[in-house]
C-alpha cells in the first residue's frame, strides 16, 4: 500500500505500508491514536520522513538496528513511534506502538526486523 510518492532534487521517496492479508500495522495504528493532535503530528512527521528520506536526524529520527529506524513524534506528554527501512527509493512503515517507556521495546525492534526480512523475501 504506497502512501506518498515526493520528488525533491532528483531524489524520489516513496513512503509505504507494510502489510499482510489486507491488513496494515502503521495505517490501523494511526487511525487508532485517540489524541487528534498526535495523530495530526504523526502524520507531519512521516511527510518529514518523505521529504528528508535518509538524512532525517534526531529528534525526528533514529537509527536503531538491522536497517531499522525509528520515527520520534512527541505531543505534550504522548509520544508515538513508527519503525521503518529503506528499500533503494521506497521507505517501508512496519508497525508503530505508543511509548511508555524509556527504551524502544525490544519486541517492537524484532517485529520491524521480521517484517523487513517478509518484505525483502517477498521482493525476490
Same mark, same amino acid.
Given at each position: 500500500?504506497?502512501?506518498?510518492?515526493?520528488? @525533491?532534487?532528483?531524489?524520489?521517496?516513496?513512503?509505504?505500508?507494510?502489510?499482510?492479508?489486507?491488513? $496494515?500495522?502503521?495505517?490501523?495504528?494511526?487511525?487508532?491514536?485517540?489524541?487528534?493532535?498526535?495523530?495530526?503530528?504523526?502524520?507531519?512527521?512521516?511527510?518529514?520522513?518523505?521529504?528528508?528520506?535518509?538524512?532525517?536526524?534526531?529528534?525526528?529520527?533514529?537509527?536503531?538496528?538491522?536497517?531499522?529506524?525509528?520515527?520520534?513524534?512527541?505531543?505534550?506528554?504522548?509520544?508515538?513511534?513508527?519503525? $521503518?527501512?529503506?528499500?533503494?527509493?521506497?521507505?517501508?512503515?512496519?508497525?508503530?506502538?505508543?511509548? @511508555?517507556?524509556?527504551?524502544?521495546?525490544?519486541?517492537?525492534?524484532?517485529?520491524?526486523?521480521?517484517?523487513?526480512?517478509? $518484505?525483502?523475501?517477498?521482493?525476490?
Amino acid at each position: 500500500m504506497s502512501y506518498i510518492t515526493y520528488n @525533491k532534487n532528483t531524489k524520489t521517496y516513496t513512503v509505504q505500508y507494510f502489510g499482510t492479508n489486507n491488513y $496494515y500495522p502503521v495505517y490501523e495504528f494511526i487511525l487508532s491514536i485517540k489524541d487528534r493532535k498526535l495523530q495530526s503530528k504523526t502524520m507531519q512527521t512521516i511527510t518529514l520522513l518523505e521529504n528528508n528520506g535518509y538524512n532525517l536526524r534526531m529528534p525526528h529520527s533514529k537509527y536503531l538496528q538491522d536497517g531499522i529506524y525509528e520515527l520520534r513524534t512527541k505531543q505534550g506528554s504522548n509520544i508515538t513511534r513508527i519503525l $521503518y527501512f529503506f528499500d533503494e527509493n521506497r521507505i517501508i512503515l512496519t508497525n508503530g506502538f505508543i511509548k @511508555k517507556e524509556q527504551k524502544t521495546p525490544k519486541q517492537e525492534i524484532n517485529i520491524a526486523i521480521k517484517n523487513r526480512k517478509i $518484505y525483502f523475501e517477498r521482493s525476490k
